[in-house]
């Protein structure tokens, strides 16, 4: 052992796996996109939870950034527009042994697939779920999606929308047994990281609500952020999005929160003047539908041939 002492030897894992086994082909948006940084920091953040990549699957549905499994190199499932969430429900069900992420737009989530959203956060089973929102159909080239504010000229509302937006943040707050809401912005890398971060790591249904760049069809979103920063303020004293020193001085604005407190999140999610950065909601102790559902898994063939006759048979007339 060339003269070394066991006690400075390293326990090394069998594998350690690096950022090059998360990634794939170059991703193909649009020069500053936003998807660009999120997709960099979920390849780190699998890098530095070692996350299997033989165990890891992102489900997307259908939008720019719903082509998010095909830059990564686990499995993927890039399925129908807004059919996400019942299939990374499933999947997760029927295998609680893997990691699995939704890739959702605000038109995947909030239009077409709304119902298997609000339906998913009731279920709280262990997803980690990103909304990119960037209150535009950007895929099929500017089109006013259930996000966009009023007043957004797009190619189907040119006179301007007149509707008032959905509000995810609080949408997902107002579903009965919602477990994990947080909020973040995709340029703010470490920001974005520890809170996606925080996500992964609670058991449950983790939504995080990303306001993400669109510089084609949206430019106007970061600057209402950026020019007035005093609107977007960092929560702090809520667990789980740990952030050092310098980004916290980051901020021009922070205030207290207590996680815990779903009327103090609430009301946060309300706020229509200001933009609340960190996690709203968290609640340990939601149920989660996916540990109902794992008590007949490793049946043989025979086995779930014989409950499901046995099911079959209480209808037998
Ligand atoms: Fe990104 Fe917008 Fe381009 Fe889509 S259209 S890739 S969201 S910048």
């Known amino acids: 052992m060339y003269g070394l002492k066991p006690d400075i030897l390293v326990d090394l894992p069998e594998k350690y796996f690096c950022l ?13 996109c936003g998807d660009y940084a999120v997709l960099g920091n979920i390849q780190k953040l699998c890098r530095d939870e070692q996350l299997d990549p033989a165990k890891t699957v992102f489900v997307s549905g259908i939008g720019c950034s719903s082509r998010f499994p ?10 129908l527009h807004g059919r996400a969430f019942p299939v990374a429900s499933g999947i997760k069900w029927r295998r609680p042994d893997l ?35 960037n209150e ?33 943040m609080q949408t997902t707050l107002g579903v009965g047994n919602v477990s994990f809401v947080a909020q973040t912005v995709d340029w703010n890398p470490p920001h974005l990281y520890a809170t996606i971060q925080a996500a ?31 609107k977007l303020y960092l929560l702090t004293g809520n667990e789980g999005v740990e952030l050092d020193d310098v980004v916290i001085k980051s901020f021009d604005h ?43 898994i490793g049946y043989t063939v025979e086995q779930k041939m014989e409950a499901l006759n046995s099911e079959l048979n209480k209808y037998a007339v």
């Open 136 to 168: 535009i159909y950007g895929l099929t080239k500017n089109q006013t999606s259930p996000t966009s504010r009023m007043g957004t000229v797009s190619n189907t509302t040119p006179r301007g929308s007149v509707l008032p937006p959905i509000n995810p």
């Open 20 to 32: 090059t086994d998360y990634e794939k082909v170059a991703a193909k948006w649009c020069p500053g």
């Open 200 to 230: 992964h790591r609670h058991k449950g249904f983790s939504f995080v609500h990303i306001i993400q760049r669109c510089p084609k069809f949206q430019s106007d979103l970061v600057e209402q952020f950026t020019a007035g920063k005093d």
């Open 254 to 296: 922070t205030v207290e929160h207590d996680a815990h407190n779903i009327n103090a999140a609430r009301s946060l999610a309300e706020d229509p003047d200001n933009i609340y950065l960190g996690v709203l909601y968290r609640n340990t102790k939601a149920q989660r539908y996916d540990e109902y559902g794992v008590h007949n």
């Open 99 to 133: 990691h699995v992420f939704v890739i959702t737009g605000d038109g995947d989530c909030c239009a077409i697939g709304a119902g298997s959203w609000i339906h998913a956060i009731r279920f709280n089973i262990d997803l980690t779920v990103m909304l990119f929102n």
């Open 70 to 79: 095909h830059y990564m190199k686990t499995y993927g499932f890039h399925g």
